[in-house]
């Protein structure tokens, strides 16, 4: 440019291939005299998506509103009863805790049963204390005639609400056991999650054995079958899969309670250590590519020679040979092969050699990317206020996810009772035969029934949960792709509002005097004025990718047992092909609202000017977004190492010296290492706030350092924005020098 006959254009490619690529991917930039930073006359983008943006925005509050009045979600809380009546709740307030009839009905559905056991449940005021069954009673009332005192006090508290509440019934045990009254037996039992389940696993010897009452008696189900430990354990297993989590998160959140003030003091470090990262990152950012190249070119040279040396100490050795090569986990045998030491040496030769020839001819790249995250250290600590903007967008996502949460919960719980049956006689098998059928998958088959119809002979019929309206999982869908499209729009709002902010500070002439005065909060003015369109746009084309991926990836789970090959291949195919389009469109978009921030064209406009731009200097944009990657991953990787170290000897109390300082401070707690997770969790959060702002720092000027480089020649017309280092690096000057407060 500037008319300069040299081997190279100035963006630093081949000269030969220059005028192709202007073909190809569109013409440089042109001056333009009145520009000097983000265009303030500018129009609205993208009306028409902005419209349908906030109609379907408007639309989960209309999902929302109906989810509210239709849906409870105390249902998904409290254990419903074969009637659909909420324990500890309502008609049933005075009993919490559910009581299954026969807990051996619930391993014949394998696990199924966490959605729901064929088994008639009622709702208790306590779980059983004791064994029993109903043959004790049945025997002595057959002799003496029937004791209703003994009923009440050992059997209806737990028969069907009509018996509890009238306290009284002319049948005699055996039939109310038969007609479903009553159960025909129980087991001392613990409420967990407000469910009755046994407690007495710990104790017994041998689980197989028949379980006794308090007099000896065999404890039998309503069909005569042995009731013994490992038919309960088979008939719980899967519900306390769920309901043991209980217990311990109880405990973990006492110890969040415990600790809560030294976890804060934790992330404010996290916070602080960040920003001094990034302060000093302008002066250690070189030192940090510098040395990590130099290092993997030591690495591997000492590899290159040390294999070497081994292959030749080995060479004469006729003792082990490649051809009487076999294989063993002994690892000795392989290190005494010359050929193992000859393919490692080549290996190391290679990459040696490749990383020598990158370095050699891309150095001058590394180093324009070494200047642009220096300055964008710069830019940081002269707009310390873009360190404070990522906390806009988690507020916003947080909000976000609590309604999506809040109205996917009342959505799941505004459904419909749902009822089951089984055939009696499946269930009237031994327990053994039950586990033998779970094993082979041969569980009980239970479908849908009329719950008024319950007096067919052979079938059950009860209540099983609250099962899902046909149209409710359209809005689960709706509400899916819309949590998509909205958590897209945030980012992306974010992303463009410090894109406009960097750029500001690259266009100013003369810094820090011609950097706006508040370039944050007229960044994002302009979005919200003008661009919410191109924001709903490049979010729209992430959801729909992200929704197809979804959709994927049921589709594939449904294929888990199918024998089909070619299915399950081209879903992979396509499965893999999304994650790249949306690894690509993600990158697109980014470079796309930086041009909408300075520029303020359209987004299809403004894509493929990203597009053209990145294509001509394509080279230079591969090495910068992997040096900057680079960078940004080692430094989250200090920061958090750091504090995450220092939270775990601080809370382990391992190292005597720092016990002896801290032994005041640290609470006692069930597990030490829940503060610590949390810290570093949360650290590396803060982290990955924090080097979100420099990392889009560094590609809006990355961006503007391309486009200075197309429009300006170093003339007094058109002098160069870039600072001294990045014009020293391509050996270019301005005829009237600009000052940098560096």
């Known amino acids: 440019m500037g008319g300069k ?27 333009d005299p009145s520009f000097n930073g983000p265009i303030k006359n500018r129009g609205c983008t993208d009306i028409i998506c902005c419209c349908l943006f906030i109609i379907c925005f408007l639309g989960m509050f209309v999902v929302g509103y109906f989810a509210y009045i239709h849906g409870d979600p105390i249902r998904l809380i409290y254990p419903s009863d074969s009637e659909g009546n909420l324990c500890g709740t309502g008609s049933q307030a005075g009993k919490p805790n559910l009581f299954f009839f026969d807990l051996l009905d619930c391993a014949k559905v394998g696990l199924a049963a966490i959605n729901g056991c064929p088994t008639t449940q009622v709702c208790v005021k306590k779980c059983p204390s004791k064994y029993w069954t109903y043959l004790t009673l049945y025997a002595t009332e057959t002799a003496t005639g029937t004791d209703q005192a003994k009923r009440q006090s050992d059997i209806y508290p737990f028969c069907t609400y009509a018996i509890q509440n009238s306290g009284q019934s002319t049948k005699t045990m055996k039939q109310l056991v038969q007609d479903g009254d009553c159960p025909s037996y129980y087991v001392k039992a613990d409420p967990l999650v407000g469910r009755c389940i046994p407690s007495i696993f710990s104790t017994l010897i041998n689980k197989t054995a028949t379980l006794l009452a308090e007099n000896n008696t065999a404890l039998v189900d309503k069909y005569g079958n042995a009731v013994s430990g490992t038919g309960l354990e088979s008939g719980t297993k899967y519900l306390t899969y769920i309901l043991n989590a209980q217990e311990y998160g109880e405990k973990i959140l006492a110890d969040v309670r415990a600790s809560w003030w030294l976890i804060l003091i934790g992330l404010a470090m996290s916070c602080v250590l960040a920003f001094i990262w990034i302060v000093i990152m302008r002066w250690i ?30 060479k004469d050795n006729t ?10 986990t002994n690892l000795d045998y392989y290190t005494n092969l010359k050929e193992t030491w000859l393919a490692i040496g080549i290996i190391s030769a290679t990459i040696l050699g490749i990383t020598l020839l990158i370095i050699l ?8 990317a070494v200047a642009i995250i220096k300055e964008a250290s710069r830019g940081v600590s002269k707009m310390m206020f873009t360190l404070l903007w990522p906390l806009i967008p988690f507020v916003l996502q947080l909000i976000l996810l609590c309604y999506w949460g809040a109205t996917a919960l009342f959505l799941a719980s505004s459904n419909i009772k749902e009822y089951a049956e089984a055939n009696a006689t499946n269930l009237n098998t031994s327990i053994m035969n039950a586990t033998v059928a779970q094993e082979t998958n041969l569980l009980v088959k239970v479908t849908g029934c009329d719950p008024n119809a319950n007096d067919t002979l052979g079938t059950i019929c009860n209540f ?11 809005l689960q869908f709706y509400m899916l792709f819309m949590l998509f499209w909205v958590m897209n729009f945030i980012i992306a709002l974010g992303q463009m509002t410090l894109a406009g902010a960097f750029a500001s500070y690259y266009w100013a002439f003369t810094k820090p005097d011609d950097i706006p005065a508040f370039p944050v909060s007229a960044s994002l003015w302009r979005c919200f004025r003008y661009h919410l369109g191109s924001l709903a746009f490049g979010s729209l084309i992430i959801a729909i990718i992200q929704i197809i ?23 992979k195919c396509l499965k893999c092909l999304f994650w790249c389009l949306e690894k690509f469109m993600k990158f697109l978009n980014k470079n796309a609202y930086i041009l909408i921030a300075v520029y303020g ?20 944009v591969a090495v910068i977004d992997k040096v900057a990657d680079f960078v940004l991953l080692i430094s989250k990787l200090v920061i958090v190492a750091a504090v995450g170290v220092l939270a775990f000897y601080f809370f382990s109390n391992e190292i005597p010296v720092v016990a002896e300082v801290t032994a005041d401070y640290v609470p006692s707690l069930n597990f030490y290492l829940v503060p610590v997770i949390i810290i570093t969790i949360g650290c590396y959060v803060i982290a990955a706030g924090f080097f979100s702002v420099y990392g889009m720092g560094v590609d809006t000027l990355f961006l503007c350092f391309l486009e200075d480089l197309e429009k300006h020649d170093g003339s007094a017309e058109k002098p160069y924005y870039m600072n001294k280092d990045l014009k020293g690096i391509l050996g270019k000057k301005n005829k009237v020098e600009k000052k940098d407060d560096d």
Request: with cysteine; glycine share 6%; net charge positive.
């Open 5 to 31: 006959v040299e081997n190279s254009d100035d963006n630093g490619n081949a000269k030969g291939g220059t005028e192709e690529k202007k073909d190809k991917y569109g013409d440089a930039m042109k001056y």
């Open 285 to 314: 950012a070189g030192i940090m590519v510098w040395f990590t190249i130099f290092a993997f070119i030591a690495l591997f040279a000492f590899s290159t020679y040390y294999t070497f040396t081994k292959y030749v100490a080995l």
């Open 319 to 328: 003792d082990t040979s490649f051809s009487d090569l076999s294989i063993t």
């Open 361 to 368: 001819f891309l150095r001058q790249r590394i180093l324009i």
């Open 464 to 474: 099983v949960k609250y099962g899902k309206e046909e149209y409710t999982i359209y």
């Open 549 to 571: 991926r979804v959709i994927l990836e049921y589709v594939d789970n449904k294929l888990k047992g199918s024998e089909n090959e070619i299915a399950k291949f081209f879903l």
């Open 601 to 620: 064209k359209n987004f299809c406009v403004s894509a493929k000017d990203a597009f053209f731009l990145i294509m001509r200097n394509i080279v230079r």
